[in-house]
């Protein structure tokens, strides 16, 4: 695997792209440590992703669920939220003006 800064990118993507047809792996780096990596992948590879990454939102709106049962936050009419979406407005809007 090679790696290449992430500011040559848009010279080299013809380079980049013939690499990762031919099977390797490219490393993107920005300032030195790597950011990410460019791997060919195939239909079956781009399905089991949106998979794992419908699996973990699933899993983090259950945490969240869970966490607004616990807190009894799942129990507050659109009156009180509104109420304190407004008050948290409120007082950014002071901090703003320096009040």
Do not use: H, N
């Not at 380079?15 to 460019?38: C, E, F, K, S, Y």
């Not at 060919?40 to 669920?65: N, P, S």
């Amino acid at each position: 695997m090679g790696y290449l800064a992430v500011s040559e990118v848009g010279r080299t993507r013809g380079d980049i792209w013939r690499r990762v047809a031919a099977g390797q792996a490219v490393g993107l780096t920005r300032r030195g440590p790597p950011i990410a990596m460019v791997i060919g992948v195939g239909l079956d590879e781009c399905k089991a992703f949106r998979a794992y990454r419908a699996a973990r939102l699933g899993a983090v709106v259950r945490r969240l669920q869970a966490g607004a049962r616990a807190s009894g936050a799942d129990r507050l009419s659109d009156e009180e939220i509104q109420a304190d979406i407004d008050a948290v407005r409120e007082e950014r809007r002071l901090e703003a003006v320096g009040a």
